[in-house]
Each structure stands twice: as C-alpha cells, then as structure tokens.
C-alpha cells in the first residue's frame, strides 16, 4: 500500500487504535507475516521523511499518522531528527501480559546543540522480546526477511496550550515544551499574593 487514498473504509468508520490493537492486530500480524484486514497501514521509510510530509504516504486520521517501518538507529531526516525522550512504557494486553513496548520521540529541526525542538511527537511501537518467536515460524517457512525488526508508528503535532496567539512577539525563535510552560506558570504563581483572612 503506498498512500493512505486507497484506504477505503466505510462511511463512519474511522481508525482509532488502542496500543494493545495496534501490537497485538497489526504489529504481531506483521511479524508473524500474516494478512491483516483491513489492510490500511503503510509501510513506509519513515527516516528520510520529516513529520510533516507523511500526509499522503502514511495512514491519516485527524491528526495522527500511523506506518510500519523497519526498526533502525538512524532516524535523521532532511530537515532534522528524532530523539528519543526516555519514556518507554510496557503495552499491557486485556490479560494483564507484556505484548509489546511503546517508545516516544520527539523532532528536532536542525543538527545538534543548535536544534530546535518541535511539537511533533512519535509513538514507536515493537514487540516485546518474548514475541519475536514469530520471527523463527516465519524464517521455518523459507522467508529470509527477519519480521521482528518492524516497527508500527503514531506521529502527531500535540498543541501545548490554545493561547499561544497571544500577540506576544519578543520570542527568541525556539519553542518551548508543554513541562516548560507548567514550570514558567508555576514561577508566576509565586508573585500571586493571596488574601488571606
């Protein structure tokens, strides 16, 4: 599938997946080299793309695109790169059991200490160790590819606050994130002298 216009679901339907579906009925579907219905994420190379160009390539839903792609350290792109946040998290199926993990990643425009960071985040989703057992089924069955080392990607641009408009136009071009403005709006709290009676 190489763009989401062929994406054809019925009217009323939309793609909202949980963590647990997208690991469990997409991911370990891929691994595992079997079909997937319907068939609607891409695979795509997501590292020569930057977030704002996978309209078109990767499946769109709102403002969220989803893709498999191959798992890789190099994810630096024309414009910039993804780095890793330090957050993973466990994906935890309805039986309480470990099925994959979700790693976040955020862009940076720009090559090293002079990067800007962006408000595009990625959701790198893998399988957990213990279900990469697909990958020995799969090469039983004369496939040299190893199917473990694919990934499947959520990429989305979050809005921090709706009052970034506020006609204030003293920035000095960088952006700051969503903990940045809760730690400058407590500093402010400290100036707030309360009545207390």
Not at 37 to 47: F, G, K, R, S
Not at 59 to 73: A, H
Not at 102 to 108: D, R
């Amino acid at each position: 599938m190489e763009e989401n216009s062929s994406v054809n679901l019925p009217p009323g339907f939309r793609f909202c997946p949980t963590d647990e579906e997208l690991v469990v009925h997409f991911l370990q579907r891929k691994a595992a080299l079997l079909p997937c219905h319907p068939d609607v994420i891409p695979d795509l190379e997501l590292y020569p793309h930057d977030p704002w160009e996978l309209d078109g390539k990767a499946l769109g839903e709102g403002n969220q695109w989803y893709f498999y792609s191959r798992r890789t350290q190099n994810r630096i792109t024309g414009n910039g790169y993804w780095k890793p946040m330090g957050i993973e998290e466990d994906v935890i199926n309805s039986r309480s059991k470990k099925v994959g993990m979700k790693k976040y990643l955020v862009f940076y425009i720009g090559e090293g200490t002079a990067a800007i960071k962006t408000n595009w985040i990625m959701q790198e989703y893998r399988l957990s160790k213990s279900d990469s057992s697909s990958t020995k089924s799969s090469k039983r069955r004369g496939h040299s590819k190893d199917y473990s080392k694919w990934v499947v990607c959520r990429v989305y641009e979050r809005n921090c606050s709706e009052d970034e408009d506020d006609g204030d136009d003293d920035d000095d071009g960088t952006q700051l994130s969503c903990l940045d403005e809760v730690f400058l709006s407590l500093d402010d709290m400290d100036e707030i002298s309360l009545p207390f009676n």
